[in-house]
């Protein structure tokens, strides 16, 4: 039986997360029923080779699961889900070596303009990836009807099962939602009492200007935060809205970094009259510059992430006409 | 692929193939919808179709159900039947009204394509 279930995880890895499971148990019983009858019939349980041979007969758990998609237009239902993984690999990798080149660059001392403009060539890339890869699936599409590629297929080459990331209990969620707010609370107030965040610190050093103009800023993305495990313990079962909102979430990150990245200095001396400190603050604030970096092109491929994500999952929904028949 | 191409016989047999799978298309949709006038899940409906004659793989038979239902010809609940969870498919009010027209629409085509093929041979 674990054979099937690996199967089943295969289809269930391509198909519309929003229905799932319901397929996938509707497939099992289907399966199950097919095994049982076939016992019934030799008196005796089914060997791993049957088994797999009554795989077999229910097809590549790719196409099997493309048959669930939308209707495509340029890449048929059999490999829609093939091509939609390696397109999604393929800028992957290319979002990957832009956001290297670009931390690479930050890191010799070049400016911030400097460094980003390389990561902001990533669009253009990402274009040409993406007609690549279509046209090349488009053609595999073409000459597919003959070639028949999915038909070779072996059930024992399918991936072991995995386990599923636990969902956070509401006990977790509750010591969650204190822990964030009791941080946004010191954070908050730490901007305005500096020796609350700076301890010690606060005597060589003060926030610079930009913290206290984007502070708005701040108690939104605490609101956010908070409002996100809010809808994981009250409404487990709100996962589009809860997407949307860390959509927001990863949105106001972005932006946030993205000022404190343009401020010319995030700290400044607590007393300027002291000029040693400042070699030691110039190191400080082009470290964190550094560090900033890094956080935007992070944050920004986690957006990018989950907005892919949240946008095929809304549309997936939408799109249960199947192609293939 | 040209090996496809050069050898006349795999030719034919791919573009009889394709050819055949266009006819049965819609034939499927017909002989599901006529076999769902009684409620039945999945694996009965595939036994019982290939008991009439109409052969249906599984992997065309549950994404097919899927569509029907969202165009609304169908409706469907999950029932325990056997100690295990089915899904359970019936004809809906409006799939109905579909089958009937679709049922004299092939009526139609049969006889004219019954005469038309007896004239032809």
Redesign the interface.
């Known amino acids: 039986m674990e054979l099937i279930e690996r199967y089943l995880q295969a289809v269930k890895s391509a198909l519309p997360s929003k229905q799932n499971d319901d397929i996938v148990q509707e497939l099992r019983d289907s399966l199950l029923s097919r095994v049982e009858e076939r016992e019934t019939t030799l008196g005796r349980p089914l060997n791993e080779k049957e088994t797999g041979e009554i795989l077999r007969k229910m097809g590549n758990p790719m196409v099997l699961a493309g048959r669930y998609g939308g209707r495509r237009h340029i890449i048929g239902g059999s490999l829609f889900t093939i091509y939609w993984k390696v397109l999604s690999w393929a800028l992957m990798i290319a979002l990957v070596a832009h956001a290297a080149t670009s931390i690479a660059i930050a890191a010799s001392g070049k400016s911030l303009i400097e460094s980003l403009a390389v990561f902001f060539h990533f669009p253009g890339v990402a274009l040409k990836v993406f007609a690549i890869v279509t046209l090349v699936f488009a053609a595999m599409d073409l000459l597919g009807a003959r070639l028949r590629p999915c038909d070779n297929w072996d059930p024992f080459q399918l991936p072991p099962l995995t386990k599923k990331p636990a969902r956070k209990s509401k006990f977790d969620l509750v010591v969650q939602l204190v822990l964030q707010a009791v941080f946004s609370a010191w954070w908050l107030t730490g901007l305005h009492y500096q020796y609350l965040v700076l301890g010690p610190g606060a005597a060589f050093l003060r926030f610079g200007p930009i913290w206290l103009k984007i502070y708005a800023l701040f108690v939104v993305a605490a609101l956010v935060d908070i409002a996100i495990t809010g809808l994981g313990l009250v409404r487990p079962d709100w996962w589009q809205p809860t997407r949307a909102v860390r959509l927001v979430k990863h949105a106001l990150g972005l932006l946030i970094l993205f000022l404190l990245a343009n401020a010319p200095t995030l700290f400044v001396p607590a007393d300027v009259h002291r000029v040693e400190w400042e070699p030691v603050i110039k190191n400080v604030n082009f470290g964190l510059h550094l560090g900033l970096v890094v956080a935007i092109i992070a944050t920004l491929v986690n957006f990018v992430r989950h907005g892919v994500r949240f946008v095929r999952q809304f549309f997936a929904h939408e799109q249960q006409a199947v192609m293939g028949l | 692929?040209s090996r496809?191409v050069d050898d006349p016989l795999t030719a034919n047999y791919?573009v009889l193939e394709?050819l055949r799978?266009e006819l049965r298309?819609g034939c499927?949709i017909l002989a599901v919808l006529a076999e769902l006038r009684t409620e039945r899940?999945?694996?009965t409906l595939?036994k019982a179709l290939a008991e009439r004659g109409v052969d249906i793989?599984?992997?065309?038979l549950?994404?097919?159900l899927?569509?029907l239902e969202?165009q609304r010809l169908l409706v469907s609940e999950w029932r325990e039947e056997d100690k295990?969870?089915?899904?359970f498919y019936q004809l809906s009010k409006e799939g109905k009204s579909v089958l009937k027209q679709l049922t004299s629409e092939w009526n139609a085509i049969s006889e004219s394509l019954g005469k038309l093929l007896n004239g032809a041979t």
């Open positions: 692929m496809i791919e394709n799978l298309r499927l899940y999945g694996y595939r793989d599984e992997g065309t549950y994404p097919l899927r569509r969202s295990r969870n089915k899904r």
